[in-house]
Every structure is written in structure tokens, then in C-alpha cells.
């Protein structure tokens, strides 16, 4: 999910004090007295050339070949799918532990739930954090606010203890959101992002980091397999790679830079004719999305190649045009990775089918597209972040 602004800052605000005053208070008092996920709707500079991309990955320190699930470095948990959105899974926090249910979103850094104290419409229908009761909580004065291509999202920064599975995150640092919007419909509570670490948050620590630093994962690296078709099946891995999930060899692609999972795109093609990102772009590798987003105008030229027609916010098709329309081609790092029409053209439960292309809401300097789960269903991905790139191969 594509975070577009982040702030965090110390109080300064009546209703921010307000906040802490309340936290604190009930926090005084009560001093006194392989994760489950499940899909829901709603570069440094570029390496080109096959010797020149030998040479970065001989640089490295360690191969992937050598972590596996034969052995003990592997944390493995299954994902669910529901309605081909987002891939959710169960994380707890506290102790004891209250279950949330969270987007594992390589497009943020930050994991937030909803306080008890959130009382915009949206959080009363998700589970809310009750830090009443939790041993382990602890206040700090710092606020963040965040937004969301979806929605935007205010609260606390507070510290507690996270499991994400058999992973265990002591006195970790989180958000507590007190309002949100945009969220509306949506059967996730909270995001848990899991980006590169946005140095304007000073002090709040992504929950991977944490665990890389404490050594409770043996490799800086997790990965995705989404399923397709059926809420079973998915699968989120930390500390190493699962090599069932996927057919043949990683190919693996430089990060434009150590500060998000973007990588330099070649171009998009359709009948071996450049359809956009002509002169290369930004791709974006966003496990919190859940469709292939880009700039306005080539979307719209893209539904207008395949012949699809708007009606309110979606694109329609006819359903048959599947069985007929080419393959769209996301070429990266000189590797092809078809998208094909059963992808990219999906069914709404009333029976209508519809593109998954869409246009993205922020501003960028350099044309860039964002990868969602409708390409990552067909491409395995690891995100390696200890030498900054991803790996891709086609899913089992």
C-alpha cells in the first residue's frame, strides 16, 4: 500500500496533549491496580548489462541457495485470500496477546492498529488495542500521521510487545491510530509495513528490523507467495526462501535505492509494441496494493488497447475478451514477466468482469508504476534487504 506522506512529531497540539493526557492516565492507573494471511478487496543507478549484473551479485556476501526450508532459518506462515484484494494475516500484541488481523505491505514501513480511544466510524467496525490491558505497554510522547493512497491515518506512538507467529518483537514501537479515514468497508484492522526504514520517524523502529537486529531471523530477507483463485495456499517467509513456491531460478533486480522497494522498469509492451514506460520507470513492488496502478494517462490508453470501457470507478470487459487478449509484457532488468488477460481481467461477484489496471493518486517527477498483488500472484518475490534487491520467478 503506496505511503504518500509520513510525519511523526512531538506534542504540540491541544488535541495531540489530549491524547497522551488520557493514555496516560489509564496507563497510571492500571500501574496502580509461517503467519496466517488472508487477501481482501476494497537504485542506485540502473545495472544494464549481463556482466555488470554478475559482478553486483558476486559482490554480495551470501547466496539465497544456501537458505532453505530443509533447514532451521526459515519462519513460514500460511496466507489467506479473500476476494482478490489484500493478503491479510493474525499478529498479537500485548500481554496477554489481542489478535489483529494486518496487510503485510512492502509500500510502508510502519505498523499501526486502532486504539480503543479511536472513535471514527471506521475503527468501530475493527478490532481495537485495549493497552488497559496490557503488562507491556508503554507511552511515549510522539504522534505520526500517515497517508495512504487509500485513506489517511493519526495516532500515538506507543511500545509493546509483537508475535507475528513464532517471532516475538519486545517493547516494540507502534502506532495507535485514534482517527482514520478511507479505511471504510475494509476486514483488516492495521497495516504492518514492511519497507525500508523512513529516517523522519526517529525512534520507531520497523517491527523487520527489530527482529533482523535481535537475531531472532538468520538472513535479512522475507518473501511472498500469493495464491491464486482461493483464499488458501498463501504464504509470507522471514530469514529465508522456500524454493517449492516457484519454478526455475531467481532473477534477481537492484533497488533504485536503499529507501523503498522500487527497481527500474525496461518497459511495458503488448504485441511487441511499447505501450508505456518508454524511455524506462520506476516499478514499485507493493504487496499492500492490490492491482497494477500508473499514471493516468497511459492507464486510460492501456483500457483503451484492450477495449475496456468505464463505468463509475471501474473499467469493464467482456468476460470472453480473456480468452482472446494478449498478454501485457512488464519488462525489468531485461527479463520479460508476462501479465496475462485472465490476470489482469477479473470478476466481480455479480458476475461482471473488470481490468485491474488503475490510475495512482500521487504526484512523482518520473513516471512510475506500481506492481500489486495482480503481478505478484504470478511472480514468486523475495525482498532481500540485506543487498537491496528483489528477486522474482514465476509462482508454482
Keep these: ?24 492516565l489509564v496507563a497510571f492507573s492500571e500501574c496502580i491496580v509461517k ?8 537504485m542506485r543507478n540502473t545495472v544494464s548489462g549481463k556482466n555488470m549484473l ?20 526459515l519462519t513460514s506462515h500460511s496466507l489467506r485470500n479473500i476476494r482478490d484484494l489484500f493478503y491479510v494475516g493474525n499478529i498479537t500484541i500485548g500481554t496477554p496477546p489481542q489478535k489483529f488481523q494486518v496487510i503485510f505491505d512492502t509500500g510502508s514501513f510502519f505498523l499501526w492498529v486502532p486504539s480503543i ?34 485513506g489517511r491515518i493519526k495516532g500515538v506512538v506507543v511500545h509493546d510487545t509483537v508475535q507475528i507467529g513464532d517471532l516475538v518483537s519486545t517493547d516494540q514501537p507502534l502506532g495507535l491510530c485514534m482517527e482514520e479515514s478511507g479505511f471504510e468497508g475494509v476486514s483488516f484492522d492495521g497495516i504492518l509495513g514492511l519497507s525500508y526504514r523512513n529516517i523522519s520517524f526517529s525512534g520507531a523502529i520497523p517491527i523487520f528490523y527489530k527482529l533482523k537486529n535481535e537475531g531472532a531471523i538468520s538472513e535479512p530477507v522475507f518473501a511472498f ?24 531460478e531467481l532473477k534477481w533486480v537492484p533497488l533504485i535505492r536503499a529507501g523503498d522497494w522500487s527497481v527500474h522498469m525496461d518497459h511495458i509492451s503488448m504485441k511487441r509494441k511499447i505501450i508505456a514506460c518508454s524511455d524506462g520507470c520506476k516499478a514499485l513492488v507493493d504487496t499492500g496494493t492490490s492491482d ?14 484492450i477495449g475496456a470501457t468505464p463505468r463509475g470507478s471501474e473499467y469493464y470487459i467482456s468476460c470472453s475478451a480473456v480468452n ?3 498478454s501485457i509484457i512488464f519488462t525489468i532488468n531485461g527479463i520479460n514477466y508476462p501479465v496475462p488477460a485472465r490476470a489482469y481481467i477479473l470478476k466481480d461477484s455479480r458476475g461482471r468482469c473488470y481490468t485491474t489496471f488503475r490510475e495512482h493518486r500521487f504526484s512523482s517527477s518520473t513516471e512510475t508504476w506500481i506492481l500489486g ?6 511472480y514468486f518475490s523475495v525482498f532481500d534487504q540485506g543487498n537491496d534487491r528483489i528477486g522474482l520467478a514465476p509462482a508454482v
Excluded at 373 to 378: E, H, P
Design 54 to 73: 554478475d559482478n553486483f551479485l558476486k559482490e554480495h556476501a551470501y547466496r539465497l541457495s544456501h537458505i532453505s526450508f530443509h533447514g532451521s532459518n
Design 117 to 150: 480511544f479511536c472513535n471514527s466510524s471506521t475503527c468501530s467496525t475493527h478490532i481495537r488495542f485495549r493497552h488497559l490491558q496490557s503488562s507491556t505497554f508503554r507511552l511515549i510522547n510522539k504522534t505520526f500521521s500517515i497517508i495512504y493512497g487509500s
Design 324 to 326: 482472446t487478449l494478449p
Design 225 to 248: 507467495y500469493l495464491s491464486k483463485d482461493k483464499q488458501e495456499g498463501s504464504v509470507v517467509m522471514f530469514g529465508g526462501v522456500d524454493h517449492r513456491y516457484y519454478k526455475g
Design 1 to 24: 500500500m503506496l505511503k504518500t506522506q509520513t510525519s511523526l512529531s512531538t506534542w504540540s497540539q491541544e488535541r495531540n496533549m489530549n491524547w497522551l493526557v488520557l493514555l496516560g
Design 373 to 378: 498483488a495482480v503481478f505478484l500472484r504470478l
Design 292 to 305: 497494477i496502478a500508473g499514471p493516468r494517462r497511459l492507464v486510460n490508453n492501456i483500457q483503451k488497447l
Design 35 to 42: 503467519i496466517p494471511l488472508r487477501r481482501v478487496k476494497t
